[in-house]
């Protein structure tokens, strides 16, 4: 089955540093999707790529999704404490599917 | 408020007992489903439902069972067939055919004793 792995698993930053998380699929994804999830909270959605080589960005944030459609990245730039969390990747693998596959998510910690 | 609510978010119970977790959404998504968080883990899907009266197992459906009778709600039942069942649940819903953007509820943290 699809398999989505995503590196790395925890990332310890200073705060100001930035930051970077990779998510590749075993399979050509028709979309990703990225969620963040606070300490004691529940997944929210940040974003979704759709077309090959889209760059996304939100504030600090830019996502890229590859040529193939089977990478993606996260890039945080100049971490604050409130990026503190851990962001996972999700890929949907093609037209009609109904799961999304979660990667096990890159827990970022900040410190001050 | 629109939402998705989960209930109850702290639950305890002695092993061999069933328990069931209640989710209700009030968004109109027609696709729920059932995720198990553990740590290191990610998120694994245990059973999802895509209209009323219709279900599929997911990853790791084993121990665990569902129900659809209505649109708005999808409560999961961990029996005491599911061997390591303390685990944090997180019930979630989308739009069919919106690319699944899935929106979580705030998660039922069950502890088997």
């Known amino acids: 089955g699809q398999q989505v792995m995503q590196i790395p698993q925890y990332q310890h930053v200073q705060e100001g540093e930035d930051f970077t998380t990779y998510c590749n699929s075993s399979?050509?994804?028709?979309?990703i999707q990225w969620y963040k999830q606070r300490p004691g909270g529940h997944p929210v959605f940040l974003i979704q790529?759709?077309?090959?080589?889209e760059v996304k960005k939100q504030k600090r944030l830019t996502f890229q999704f590859g040529e193939a459609k089977k990478n993606s990245s996260l890039h945080i730039t100049a971490t604050q404490t409130t990026d503190v969390g851990t962001y996972f990747c999700a890929g949907l693998s093609g037209a009609g599917s109904y799961q999304l596959t979660f990667g096990k998510g890159t827990k970022l910690s900040v410190i001050p | 408020d629109g939402g998705i609510t989960q209930s109850p978010k702290y639950l305890f119970r002695k092993e061999g007992q069933n328990v069931t977790l209640s989710c209700e959404q009030n968004l109109n998504h027609d696709a729920m489903y059932w995720y198990r968080q553990d740590p290191g883990q990610g998120l694994r899907l245990i059973y999802y439902?895509?209209?009323?009266?219709?279900?599929q197992k997911g990853d790791i459906a084993e121990g665990y069972s569902v129900s659809r009778e209505k649109k708005e709600s999808f409560p999961l039942t961990v029996t005491s067939a599911q061997k390591n069942p303390t685990a944090f649940y997180l019930c979630?819903?989308?739009?069919?055919?919106?690319?699944?953007?899935?929106?979580f509820g705030e998660g039922s943290w069950l502890t088997v004793v």
């Open positions: 790529l759709v077309k090959s080589g």
């Open positions: 439902s895509q209209i009323v009266n219709d279900f």
């Open positions: 399979t050509t994804l028709s979309n």
């Open positions: 979630a819903s989308s739009i069919m055919g919106s690319g699944n953007t899935i929106y």
